[in-house]
């Protein structure tokens, strides 16, 4: 790709979004007040604004390799603290796809050197559901199998924090869990049922209004 014909694009762009709308900057240069938080692949194949089919300043966007919500990760969560406290969102998705390379590499016993720690979060998630996946004989399905399972681990991750939580107690906060299927160009709604799946464990994870854990997690 020549760099050079980047910013021929992008005055090309300028220059549209000009002709439909003169105060089309202007009025984005006002501020945002997205209602989604989307937190998705870094994968160069997929453009959330354009699969969801949205303008800029719809949706709040966070994006890593394999969509991983860890708790560890300062920038993740510093995303979500600002789009829940701050922009005051009304849906957190998270959303993964099919044939993510993060996901196969993580399937592989292969030494990728600094990829490992962030890896080792997805290995996490198959050695959760381990027993599910080896049952899987088919190696392409257990691959679109382990894809879906991330994206309910990561939003189980979402459900963790306290800013989430929060806002699930004051307001009509929801959490989804999505698949973009490359093949078809199709978004997939998982239907995560999180009450069953959280029902044996949000106990541990739950926290008081006063931000304090609650006693069934502490030691």
Known sequence: MDIKQIFENNETWVQKKLSLQSDYFSNMSKGQKPDILYIGCSDSRVSAEELMGIAPGEAFIHRNIANMVPNTDLSVMSVINY????????????CGHYYCGGVQAAMKSGDLGILNPWLRNIRDVYRTHKDELNSIEDEDQRYKRLVELNVEEQCINVIKTAEVQKAQRERNLTIHGWVFDIHTGKLIDLNIDFIKVLENIMEIYRLDADGEENAAAKP
């Open 83 to 94: 789009a829940v406290e701050h922009l005051k969102v009304n849906h957190i998705v998270v």
